[in-house]
Each structure stands twice: as structure tokens, then as C-alpha cells.
């Protein structure tokens, strides 16, 4: 081992379970390069007042969690925390809300930051795939995501995951049901912490965790009373439209989700596998975030699925991926001459698109048959001096142990049909 350590908090994905990551990263983008969704890539870190105006400075996110830094140059940055805002600058920095084409569907994949208190399931840093739609005000996009995070998540086997939707209004509606809720909260006997957030982030409230809070929280006026006709008409679409489509979900009232930026929409999928840290994505409309980071008034909507939690929702539910084997040919050469020649088969098998793996390291027969099991292979092509005196290589079925001479010219050919 060496005298350095994974940061606390991190954690290095390695194989095997590493491919699983890449699956689930692969499966979750699917349905969405299926739908329209184009790839973005932003950088790693931003400006650290992206975050602090659009995601909010009272949330945790931006006043405990933020990797921040100065550079040299003096620059204030940080660390993304999350994929929203910086998806939203870099559409509006491209000019591709002007392109004409509303809404402007996005996908990413990516790593993101938080200083959190590390436990299972939360980590300092952690992965996200996340897809945004951007400058459309159309209940059926706030449908279409809930739809196709549902369908992500089914095609990699999950099933004991819920879907939590709930509205949070707008900015007609909301500020009422804040009065009234801050009225509420103003006679409850709450600690100085919570007080202090009842004053600038009062829904933030209703997220507590603490049962002696939740149980002071029954009877507190639900935004569900205060919507305005347009959120509610906007928000029975939504419901309408993912109920059609054979989702199912649950109405929770108390969902807020811990970014300032939300509006109107704003659903979580959570399985119940996971213990306290039960949330595997989320996300939700975001009709204000635009111009609080200076662009123009574009109404948007998207979500974040978090691909950690996935696995590890995956292993709760012991759903194995059918992930196919990395190696399928692998060459055994015993001898100089026959590591040369073999080398070089192994080389034509790939250029032909065919996985393929050499015995490296100068082992005998023994250790290198163990490289060949070790690898998953269908196949092996074992060869020393005897056989390539003769112009052949031995093509072994792994499975069976069958063993047969093949020409040397013709072993493409054969290999294909192997494992056709
Ligand atoms: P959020 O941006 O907080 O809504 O997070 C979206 C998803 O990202 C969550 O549902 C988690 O699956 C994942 N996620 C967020 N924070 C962490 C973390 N610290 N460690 C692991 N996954 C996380």
C-alpha cells in the first residue's frame, strides 16, 4: 500500500464493481439520448456566485458544503456542487436558448462536490447523470422527465424505488404560503437554529428530520391549500400525464428538496434500500433560475439521478446487470517465438473488433491458463514452438475444455465463428 489514502469522504471505483458504474451510467442516459436529450460537458468548477445566486445561499449546499478556492490569479471559485446551474450558464453562454429550437434538452454525466459529513451512501464526491430542459413552460416536459427516470431505473432491474412529487407554486403563490407557514412556525418551540431558518428558508423547515420537529409540524399549513389556480391546473397535467403513463407515484406534501432555486414541480425517487441516505435522484422545475444568474426569463425543468446510490440501490436489491465479459479471446504463448506470434494474432483480433488479452509478464503455462480463466474469456489460443512449427495455434473452449489445431491463417475466422 502506499502512504496515501483516498481523501475521506471518496472512494475509487475499481473493477469489477467499477463496470457496474458504467452501466448504470450507461443505462441511465439511454432513454435520453433516446428523447431528444443532447450531451453537454461543463467544467469541474465555476464561479463560486453561480452557485451562491442560484443555488441559494441559505441552503446547506452553498453555506457549509462548497469546495471554494482562490486562485492565483484571484479568482473565486467552486468546486460544482450540482449540475443545474452550471448546465444553465453554459446553454445561455452558447446561445442556444436563441437557436431557436425551445425547449433546449441537455444531458451530462459527470463528478460533483460536496464537504458533507461523510457516511454510506454520502460521499464528498459522487456522480450524477442529470438531463435539463430549458425555456419551456409545458406540463407534459415535467411529465416526460418523471417518465424517463422511471424508465431508467426499471431498465436496470430496480423495483423498490418510489416516486415522491409534490408543487412547490410560484411566485404569485408561494410567498403567501411562506407568510403563513413563517406565522406557524414563529409560535412552535423550536431551537435557535431552526428558528433562524424559519426566518429566510421557512419550507426548508418541513424537510427537518428530527421527529420532535415533525411531530410540532402536524397541523402546519400545506402549500398544497395555497397553490394558485395556474399551479394547480399546471400541476394535475403533470399528474395526469405521468399517471397515463403507467408510473406510479406518491403525493408528499412535505417535499421540498434542499435548492432555493426550485418552482412549481419538484419530484424525488427514493428506495427504500438505502437507510437514511434513501434518495437515489430528484429534481424539479426551475422557472426562476435563469434570471437570477442574469439570462432571460426561460422556464425550465430537469433532474439529477445520483449513480452511487444507484449501485448501491442495485446491490440492496441483489439485482446482478448482465454486463458482458471485457475479454473474450485470450492468447496463451509459451515460448519467444510463439509470444511473438501470438502478439501479433492478438493484435489482428482487435483491429478485427474482437476483446482480446495476452498473457504478459513472461509466465509458464500454468500461471498464464490462470490469466485466461481470470479473464472471463469463451475463448483461449494457446501456442509454443511444436505447434507453430506446424502453422497451427490450439483454439480451447473455455467452457467445455475442448481443445482443437487451427491453421494460423484461418484463426479469425474460426475465432468469429466461435463466438458467433
Ligand atoms: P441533489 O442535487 O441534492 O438533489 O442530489 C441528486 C442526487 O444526487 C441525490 O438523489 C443522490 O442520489 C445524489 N447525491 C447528492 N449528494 C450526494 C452525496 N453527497 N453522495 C452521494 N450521492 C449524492
Given at each position: 500500500?502506499?502512504?496515501?489514502?483516498?481523501?475521506?469522504?471518496?472512494?475509487?471505483?475499481?473493477?469489477?464493481?467499477?463496470?457496474?458504474?458504467?452501466?448504470?451510467?450507461?443505462?441511465?442516459?439511454?432513454?435520453?439520448?433516446?428523447?431528444?436529450?443532447?450531451?453537454?460537458?461543463?467544467?469541474?468548477?465555476?464561479?463560486?456566485?453561480?452557485?451562491?445566486?442560484?443555488?441559494?445561499?441559505?441552503?446547506?449546499?452553498?453555506?457549509?458544503e462548497?469546495?471554494?478556492?482562490?486562485?492565483?490569479g484571484?479568482?473565486?471559485?467552486?468546486?460544482?456542487?450540482?449540475?443545474?446551474?452550471?448546465?444553465?450558464?453554459?446553454?445561455?453562454?452558447?446561445?442556444?436558448?436563441?437557436?431557436?429550437?425551445?425547449?433546449?434538452?441537455?444531458?451530462?454525466?459527470?463528478?460533483?462536490?460536496r464537504?458533507?459529513?461523510?457516511?454510506?451512501?454520502?460521499?464528498?464526491?459522487?456522480s450524477?447523470?442529470?438531463?435539463?430542459?430549458?425555456?419551456?413552460?409545458?406540463?407534459?416536459?415535467?411529465?416526460?422527465?418523471?417518465?424517463?427516470?422511471?424508465?431508467a431505473?426499471?431498465?436496470?432491474?430496480?423495483?423498490?424505488?418510489?416516486?415522491?412529487?409534490?408543487?412547490?407554486?410560484?411566485?404569485?403563490c408561494?410567498?403567501?404560503?411562506?407568510?403563513?407557514?413563517?406565522?406557524?412556525?414563529?409560535?412552535?418551540?423550536?431551537?435557535?437554529?431552526?428558528?433562524?431558518?424559519?426566518?429566510?428558508?421557512?419550507?426548508?423547515?418541513?424537510?427537518?428530520?428530527?421527529?420532535?420537529?415533525?411531530?410540532?409540524?402536524?397541523?402546519?399549513?400545506?402549500?398544497?391549500?395555497?397553490?394558485?389556480?395556474?399551479?394547480?391546473?399546471?400541476?394535475?397535467?403533470?399528474?395526469?400525464?405521468?399517471?397515463?403513463?403507467?408510473?406510479?407515484?406518491?403525493?408528499?406534501?412535505?417535499?421540498?428538496?434542499?435548492?432555493?432555486?426550485?418552482?412549481?414541480?419538484?419530484?424525488?425517487?427514493?428506495h427504500?434500500?438505502?437507510?437514511?441516505?434513501?434518495?437515489?435522484?430528484?429534481?424539479?422545475?426551475?422557472?426562476?433560475?435563469?434570471?437570477?444568474?442574469?439570462?432571460?426569463?426561460?422556464?425550465?425543468?430537469?433532474?439529477?439521478?445520483?449513480?452511487?446510490?444507484?449501485?448501491?440501490?442495485?446491490e440492496?436489491?441483489?439485482?446482478?446487470?448482465?454486463?458482458?465479459?471485457?475479454?473474450s479471446?485470450?492468447?496463451?504463448a509459451?515460448?519467444?517465438?510463439?509470444?511473438?506470434?501470438?502478439f501479433?494474432?492478438?493484435?489482428?483480433?482487435?483491429?478485427?473488433?474482437?476483446?482480446?488479452?495476452?498473457?504478459?509478464?513472461?509466465?509458464?503455462?500454468?500461471?498464464?491458463?490462470?490469466?485466461?480463466?481470470r479473464?472471463?474469456?469463451?475463448?483461449?489460443?494457446?501456442?509454443?514452438?511444436?505447434?507453430?512449427?506446424e502453422?497451427?495455434?490450439q483454439?480451447?473452449?473455455?467452457?467445455?475444455?475442448?481443445?482443437?489445431?487451427?491453421?494460423?491463417?484461418?484463426?479469425?475466422?474460426?475465432?468469429?465463428?466461435?463466438?458467433?
Amino acid at each position: 500500500m502506499s502512504t496515501f489514502k483516498a481523501p475521506k469522504g471518496t472512494y475509487d471505483l475499481l473493477p469489477p464493481r467499477s463496470a457496474t458504474f458504467l452501466a448504470v451510467r450507461e443505462a441511465i442516459s439511454t432513454p435520453l439520448r433516446n428523447s431528444g436529450y443532447g450531451y453537454v460537458e461543463t467544467p469541474g468548477f465555476e464561479d463560486v456566485k453561480l452557485f451562491s445566486r442560484g443555488v441559494g445561499e441559505s441552503t446547506d449546499i452553498v453555506s457549509k458544503e462548497m469546495y471554494t478556492l482562490t486562485t492565483k490569479g484571484g479568482e473565486e471559485l467552486a468546486l460544482r456542487p450540482e449540475g443545474t446551474a452550471s448546465v444553465l450558464r453554459a446553454a445561455l453562454q452558447g446561445n442556444l436558448h436563441k437557436l431557436g429550437n425551445l425547449p433546449v434538452k441537455l444531458w451530462y454525466s459527470g463528478s460533483y462536490y460536496r464537504y458533507e459529513r461523510a457516511q454510506a451512501g454520502r460521499y464528498r464526491h459522487f456522480s450524477q447523470v442529470g438531463a435539463e430542459a430549458i425555456g419551456a413552460e409545458d406540463p407534459a416536459l415535467d411529465a416526460e422527465l418523471i417518465i424517463l427516470a422511471d424508465q431508467a431505473y426499471r431498465s436496470l432491474g430496480l423495483r423498490n424505488f418510489r416516486i415522491l412529487l409534490n408543487s412547490l407554486g410560484d411566485k404569485e403563490c408561494r410567498p403567501v404560503y411562506r407568510e403563513a407557514l413563517q406565522d406557524f412556525l414563529r409560535g412552535l418551540d423550536l431551537d435557535e437554529d431552526t428558528l433562524r431558518r424559519a426566518e429566510i428558508n421557512p419550507l426548508r423547515v418541513l424537510d427537518d428530520k428530527r421527529e420532535s420537529v415533525q411531530k410540532q409540524l402536524v397541523g402546519a399549513p400545506l402549500l398544497r391549500d395555497y397553490l394558485c389556480d395556474a399551479c394547480k391546473a399546471y400541476h394535475e397535467e403533470v399528474r395526469a400525464l405521468v399517471s397515463a403513463a403507467g408510473v406510479v407515484f406518491e403525493d408528499d406534501d412535505k417535499l421540498v428538496r434542499g435548492l432555493d432555486y426550485y418552482t412549481r414541480t419538484t419530484f424525488e425517487f427514493v428506495h427504500d434500500g438505502l437507510g437514511s441516505q434513501s434518495a437515489v435522484g430528484g429534481g424539479g422545475r426551475y422557472d426562476g433560475l435563469s434570471e437570477m444568474i442574469g439570462g432571460p426569463a426561460l422556464p425550465s425543468v430537469g433532474w439529477a439521478l445520483g449513480v452511487d446510490r444507484t449501485v448501491l440501490a442495485l446491490e440492496a436489491e441483489g439485482v446482478e446487470l448482465d454486463l458482458p465479459t471485457a475479454t473474450s479471446v485470450f492468447a496463451v504463448a509459451i515460448g519467444e517465438e510463439a509470444r511473438r506470434t501470438l502478439f501479433g494474432k492478438v493484435t489482428e483480433l482487435r483491429r478485427a473488433g474482437i476483446a482480446a488479452d495476452f498473457s504478459f509478464g513472461g509466465k509458464g503455462l500454468k500461471g498464464s491458463m490462470k490469466d485466461a480463466n481470470r479473464s472471463g474469456a469463451r475463448l483461449a489460443v494457446v501456442a509454443g514452438e511444436r505447434d507453430l512449427a506446424e502453422g497451427v495455434v490450439q483454439l480451447k473452449d473455455m467452457e467445455t475444455g475442448e481443445q482443437r489445431a487451427v491453421a494460423l491463417d484461418d484463426l479469425l475466422d474460426a475465432v468469429r465463428a466461435e463466438l458467433a
